[in-house]
Structures are given as C-alpha cells and as structure tokens.
C-alpha cells in the first residue's frame, strides 16, 4: 500500500497553505517599508519625504486617491491598522491567520500558536497619538513575529509537501514585491549608473537597502560606498542574498521541483515557468539591465512570475477531473 | 502553620476561605458528604484549596484562560460581526470520580450502545420491536430524524452509532441517571483533552497523587473504531482511506475537528473537496484524486447530499449517498440514527434495553412524560412552573421552558404550542442537578454539572475513563451549554 500521507494532499490545503504563506510576507514586507521610511523621515526634509511616500504606495499596492492631503499619520494608519485596506499589515495577518486556521492541523501547534499571537497582538493595537510615538515596536514585533513563524515553521513541521507549498508562497511573494520596489525605485529616483551617490540622494539608496533588508549585507560587499549599479545588480542578482530577486526565483524553482517530484508530476508547466524564470535572472548582465532599463526589465520578471503563479493555480489547485479521472 | 489550621473543627474551616461562600441545599454535592467534610476522594483536593493561597490559583486560572486563546480553543458566536470566536470557559478545579462509579457508567452505557444499536438496525429492517407492540410505529415514522432512505440498507458491521456522547446527571441520592443519548453528530470531545492537557500543568503533583486514568488515547482508540468499519463493496483495498468531513471554519466545532484530524493523522475534508464520479468517493489531491473508504462526517444528516436531503445545502457532496448505498464508502455515524435520540424516544430506551438484551438497565432513566396521550399531557400543563419541557428534536439548550425559573408568558407560550404539537414536546421533572466546586471570583463557589461521557462503538465497545463535565457557570444556572453561559472543566477518573 502507498501511503497515502506521503504522496497526497488536499488542493485546497495546499491553496491555503501558500497564501497563508504570501499574505504572512506581505505583512513583513510592508512593516518593513514604513519602519525604514518613519526612520528616514526623521533625517530628511519634508519635501523628500512625499516622493518617497508615494512610491510606497505604489510599491505596496495601495490606492490612496489623494496622497497630498493626507499626512503621514493618516498614510500609516492606511497602510497598518486600516482593516479596510486589504494590503494593509492587519489585514494581510489576519488573511494569514485566516488561512492557516482552515488547515491548522496540517501544521504544527506552535505554528498555529505563533500566529494567533501575532495576529491577537496586532488586532488588539489601537490607532492613535501615542500608538505613533512607539510605532517603530510594532513595526519591529510584525517583523520579528514573521521571522519566528518562519524559524517555527522549519523546525517543528515536517518538510514535506505542504512545508513546500509554505516556502512557495514566500518566495513567489517576495519575489514580486522586491520587483516592484526595485521598480519603483528606478523609475522615479534619477540614477548615474556607476557614480557615488551622494548627500540627500545617498539617504534615499540606503531607505532602499534596507527596505530590502540588504543594507549590512551590501556593506560587507561592497562597503558603503553606494553606486546604483551595484545596488541594482545586489538587489536582482546576488545568488546568495535571501531577499534579492534572484535568490527568490531560485527558491520558487527548487519548491517546485520538489513538489512536482512529491506528485509525480515532473513535465508540469509551474516548474518549467520557474525555471526560466530562474534562468533569466541567473544569466542576467547588469550594464545590458541597465541600458534597456531597470523599470523594463523588473516589469518582465513580474509578468513571468505571474505566470509562474496561475500555473501554480491550475496544475495543482483548481484543474478540471477529466484532466486526471484517466489515471 | 496551614497544617495546624486544617485540622480546626471541619465546620469552622468550611467558614474559611475559600470556601467561605459555598452552597449547600438538596443538591447532591461532589465534594462533601456534609457541609466541611469531603468524600474520601476528594479529601487530597480539599486540603491543596486550603493551602493554596488564592492568588496562586487565579494567576494559574489566566495562565489556563490564556492558553485557551493562544491555541485558538474556541467556539464559534453566531450573529455577531467581530470577535465571532469566544474561548469555551475552563474551569480550574477537576471534577473527581472514584473508580466503583466508573465501573457503574462504564456497564451502563456499554449496554446502552448495544441496545440502541440493535434497536437501529431492527427499525431500518424488519422492524420486529414495532411488530411487538413495544415501540409505537408512530413515534418512529413521526420523528424527523427518520429516514426512509435508509430502509433495508445494510451497514458495515451492523453499526450505527460508532460515537456516542450521553450526557448523565447526578441526582439529589448520588446516583447517576441519563439525560439524554446523543447519537447523530455528539460534539465536545476536544475539550475533554484539552483540559486535561491544562490541569496536567497546573496540579502536577495532584493529578500523580490522585492515579488517574489517561485519555490522551482517544483519538487512536476514535481512529481504530473507524477503520473497522470497512464498507462492505471494498474488496481488494487494503487499509481503509479515512477522512474527517467538516461543514468548514464557520462551524462552531471547527477547533474539534481540525484537532481530531489533527491527532489521528487523517485528512480533514470539506464537501468541496470530495466528489462523486461512478457512485466512488474521491478527494481532490495536489497530485490527482484519491479514493476515500470512511468518512466520519460531522456534518449533519440534512447537509451530506443537496441530491438527496436538503437541495440548498453546499456543505455535502452531490452523490454521496448513492455511493453509500452502493456499500463503496462509510459513514459514521450512520445516517439516520437521529431517530434513537429523539427525546420522546428516549422514554422507551428502559423498555428496548429489556426488549433486545433481556436485562434491567443498568443506568436510570430520567422520569418523562409524553405529551401525545391525554392523561399525561393534561398533567404536565397543570403543573408547568414545576416541570422543564424540552422539543423533542433540539439540542443544546434551544427550545426549552425551565418550569421554575419561567414567566407566565413564557409559559402560556409553551402551553400553545404543546397543544398545537403534542409529539413536538417532552416533559421532565426540574432535576437538582449535583453540584461541585469551582474557582469563580478568586473563591470556591458551587456549581451544578453534568457528565458527558464518550463512548466508540464497532468491532468493540471503548470507553475513554473520563469526560466532558459541564458545568452552569452562571450562579443559579441549570444550564450547562456552552451557547447558554456554561463551562467545562476536567473529569479525573481513579484507578482505584
């Protein structure tokens, strides 16, 4: 007899096990982006500060109709407690934890636990005055929340399929929105390719680091001496760095093959999609990126991932019985 | 200097806290034989209260509150917008049962399953206890858990009722009767092992000193049950696939059934994910569809097929019971059973005990007054402000007229409609429920329980040493429900 636990998993399960995953990433992302920009804010004039704010809405996803008249405590309301903002933190969490309860034993009961205590903590957060003062402790404890789920996650459950489908949704996550920032970034800040940035520009590449969680990382590369070509070139291409694009294509495709081996379906098109995906980034040459356009460039890795995405969603979650009564 | 107090004239201590507000009258009391002397097993109990200070015990009772929240131990609030999920109230204090009244209950419910069983199978066949005279064929075919689908369908075994749940009341002589059998979907379980799981932390010391009976085996022993039961036309496949079928996330058991799942290792389906293709049950899988042997569905008769009983339900899977009938999948429990359970059927079950088994029962029954026949009826409507009346097909504390507690208008409206729909009602004396202690506002207070025991039915007859205790947390309250305010707290069960 084959069992049945190793080699078969509800559809449904797996769907909710990614987006679980993908809304969980969100929420870390977007506390990273204002924590990194509250801070910023403190250093710089208030004009420099409006740009910034709008490419992170654009970056988060978020239709704000009038930017300029809200101030920054309305924006970060929007963006964090605003539960009627479905990119907002409090609403990604609780789409997280929404997803996990409809198959919370499929996971460990510390994952589970891990959670509902970071979602009970949030839901329990009331906006207002002395809520902003001590921002910079919930943005941390979002983040840390996401990071122990995911220390959890690795050692209490068994990295079988369903730990995939977890991983899966991560990277397929990060590797959009750290496109889109990228993105964002290029499009609106000018950039003298393989120039030192300096001054009131220097801030704003250092906001971009470290939105990416890369600003240490890039220092012990390259030291902190920033040039937009190298940044760049760190942030989509570095094969090492866990929140650079690259590493989150390869990542998507290792999932992949792992899943298509667990339900032996090897030929499938998710893995085919993810590993060219993967190889465009890994054979990528920064100074060709560059000269056709960062912004470009990021908008085709997005579409790839998307597609990487809906064939996800076809082969494995939602595909047709006659498509498998045969066997 | 605490030992030198305990032993200060019992009746003095009583005075104490924390028992300084502790309730006595006819109820039968758990704790003490008379007011300041407790029953020998709870003398180890009694003399921890006193010596504990009561901080300790209320920062233990927060540290239990707040395991509860964080391990998502809920229930579902119908109706209300946020905060739709409430932690199911835990008691700290556990409720003690010697091992000469399990062995009681154990015998009792053991041949109460059997008989109801029989009694199930004798009603969808030949019907041999209705030819007899001994059931009215009436009450059976005007019961709204009867279904005529099932007639002359054979199930695995013979099994009905796989898992029972009955819920029993101590009454004012200290003897345990039964309140109702619950057959169809019984629920609560979970949180027999989840409080276990709490008091274990809590009272490590007493719980070893006490030697009590594990339950930690359930769901193996719940597991066991299920792949005994085989359907019938599944020659040549090994061991049985079993899934555990949940209405979804909005029920207000979710927490039990993602935990049972959990804990046997099953998986844990909704109708969405099961179809019918050829009168065989499959699960959608990521790596294909699988064939599914048993299914212990949770979800009610009325929602398992829209083709079959309710068209608007999207809970079930279209087909399924033509699959069941064709004897290519199980259910458990089966369909149908809700007829054994009815509470004007459970007046008879003293009677179908003795009609299948030939033996007394062991267990009483609580006295009940059926409202169909005239003498009866007319009493009970004399005396509404004494007696409880309960709809026959409710469950949960719904529908139920407490005579003593009641308003004339409640009881005008219950007059009503007892004599618009006679086989619609039952009526029972106001039980005094027995009481046992309770850590409520940083004392030991009295509260009324009750008992529900599990009990697994297939190739054997388990029964997991403990329980659900329910308690009325609401001072005054002989409701026990979790909908209705009530609680739950652990049942330890002595070896000896």
Sequence with gaps: MRNLRENAMLSRVA???????????????????????????????????????????????????????????????????????????????????????????????????????????????APGEAWLLQSHMFFRAVQEGAHLFQGVTDSTMSHGEGWHYIQLGRYVERTDSLARLIGAHFAHLPHPADQVVESEEYLEWVGLLKSCAAFEAYCKTYTAELRPLRVAEYLLLNAGFPHSVRFSADMVHAALGMIAELTERKAEQPVRLAGR????????????????????????????????????HQVYFDYSIESTMVA | M????????????????????????????????????????????????????????????????????????????????????????????????????????????????????????????????LSDGIVPRELVYSCKHYRREMRGLNVPRGVYVSVCGTDLVRLPDGSFAVLEDNLRVPSGVSYMLANRKVLKRVFPTLFQDYGVWPVDHYPQALLATLRGLMPLNASGRSGPTVVLLTPGVFNSAY??????????????????????????VYMRTTAGLRRVDVIYRRVDDDFLDPL?????????????????????????????????????????????????????????????????????????LDHLDELVV???????????????????????????????????????????????????????????????????????????????????????????????????????????
């Design chain 2, 255 to 280: 927490f039990e059934h993602t935990f049972l799942a959990q804990q046997m290792g099953i998986e844990l389906v909704e109708g969405r994910d099961l179809l019918v293709h050829d009168n065989v």
């Design chain 2, 390 to 496: 309960k709809a026959v097909g409710e469950s949960g504390g719904y529908g139920m007229l407490i005579g003593p507690h009641s308003t004339r208008e409640e009881r005008e409206e219950f007059r009503r409609r007892i004599q618009a729909e006679p086989r619609n009602y039952i009526a029972q004396p106001t039980l005094s429920l027995s009481r046992g202690p309770c850590f409520l506002e940083g004392e030991v207070q009295a509260r009324h329980v009750d008992l529900r025991p599990y009990i697994l039915y297939g190739e054997n007859v388990t029964l997991v040493a403990g329980g659900l205790t329910r308690v009325a947390l609401r001072r005054g309250s002989l409701v026990v429900n979790s909908s209705q305010g009530g609680g739950s707290k652990d049942t330890w069960v002595l070896r000896a």
């Design chain 2, 2 to 129: 605490l030992r030198r107090m305990a032993l200060t004239p019992p009746a003095q201590s009583l005075l104490r806290p924390p028992f300084r507000n502790y309730q006595f009258d006819v109820a039968y009391d758990e704790m003490f034989q008379a007011p300041g002397i407790p029953w020998p097993h709870y003398e180890n109990l009694f003399q921890t209260l006193l010596e504990l200070p009561p901080e300790q015990l209320r920062k233990n009772q927060q540290a239990a509150d707040l395991s509860f929240l964080h391990q998502g131990i809920t229930f579902t609030v119908y109706g209300t917008e946020e905060g739709t999920e409430r932690v199911f109230p835990n008691d700290l204090l556990p409720r003690i049962i010697p091992a000469v009244e399990w062995r009681k209950i154990e015998k009792g419910l053991t041949q109460r399953i059997t008989a109801l069983n029989m009694f199930l199978e004798d009603i969808y066949h030949s019907g041999r206890i």
């Design chain 1, 15 to 125: 769907d909710s096990l990614y987006w679980m995953s993908r809304y969980l990433e969100r929420a870390e992302h977007t506390a990273r982006l204002i924590d990194v920009d509250l801070q910023l804010r403190l250093d710089q004039s208030p004009d420099a500060g409006t740009g910034r704010w709008a490419r992170l809405l654009e970056a988060s996803q978020t239709s704000v109709p009038a930017v300029g008249a809200m101030d920054a405590a309305g924006l970060t309301n929007v963006l964090t407690l605003d539960r009627s903002n479905p990119s907002s933190i409090v609403s990604c969490v609780a789409a997280a934890r929404e997803n996990l309860r409809q198959v919370r034993e499929q996971c460990s009961s510390e994952m589970w636990e891990q959670l509902n205590r970071l979602y009970l903590q949030i839901n329990s957060t």
């Design chain 2, 308 to 380: 079959c009983f309710r068209r608007d339900s999207s809970l079930g899977v279209p087909g399924l019971f033509n699959a069941y009938r064709a004897g290519n999948v199980t259910l458990a429990n089966a369909i149908g059973t809700g007829v054994a359970d009815d509470k004007a059927m459970y007046a008879y079950v003293p009677a179908i005990i003795r009609y299948y088994l030939g033996e007394d029962p062991i267990l009483a029954n609580v006295q009940t007054y059926l409202l169909t026949g005239e003498s009866q009826r007319n009493y009970v």
């Design chain 1, 277 to 312: 995906l993967s190889a465009t980034l890994s054979f990528g040459q920064i100074d060709e990126i560059m000269a056709g356009g960062a912004n470009a460039y990021v908008d085709g890795i997005r579409r790839q991932c998307a597609q990487v995405h809906s064939a996800i």
